[in-house]
């Protein structure tokens, strides 16, 4: 594997709010890392979303035109995140008006954390992190990791990907 563009990467909902706690949600998520991969911008090695953050372990492959791919995951999610609000729940959608200058909502927490991945020694304890923050006491969203559907645990237990976007990092 190549450690060169690949980072531990973590983006929380502003304010800490559960907006990812609803499901269509998370998949607005999966869908954008869907389009990442296939476009060969990104290898995606693990992830989980939580009800308020997200933890990924990927690598940049390219640029998406003028922007990263982490820019582009945003600005995306938050569009859909504001589309879904605004036809399902525009009480919710109130609560990220922004007073910014250069949008009317913000989803996500500015300057999400990025640490570059250096070894698989790294890659490995993150990736365990990742796995084991839905069965922490604080979140007790399941009992066994790979239980949880909106993670990566469950592909390096058994190989399958539910969404068809991961990369095993030893491969």
């Not at 563009?5 to 983006?11: A, K």
């Amino acid at each position: 594997m190549d450690f060169y563009n690949s980072y531990f990467y973590t983006d929380t909902i502003c304010h800490f709010a559960h907006l990812l706690a609803d499901d269509n949600l998370k998949l607005i998520v999966i869908n954008s890392l869907q389009f990442l991969v296939k476009q060969q911008l990104v290898e995606i090695y693990g992830y989980v979303i939580m009800p308020n953050h997200i933890h990924l372990l990927w690598n940049m492959l390219k640029m998406n035109g003028n922007e990263s791919p982490a820019t582009s995951f945003t600005k995306f999610t938050a569009h859909q995140f504001r589309k879904h609000l605004l036809t399902n729940n525009p009480i919710q959608l109130e609560e990220y008006k922004s007073e910014k200058m250069d949008r009317n909502y913000q989803f996500w927490k500015r300057d999400p954390l990025a640490i570059p991945l250096s070894t698989e020694d790294i890659l490995i304890q993150k990736l365990d992190y990742m796995h084991n923050n839905p069965i922490k006491e604080k979140w007790n969203l399941c009992q066994q990791a790979e239980q949880y559907k909106w993670s990566s645990a469950n592909f390096y237990l058994t190989g399958f990907d539910e969404f068809g976007m991961l990369k095993n990092f030893r491969e």
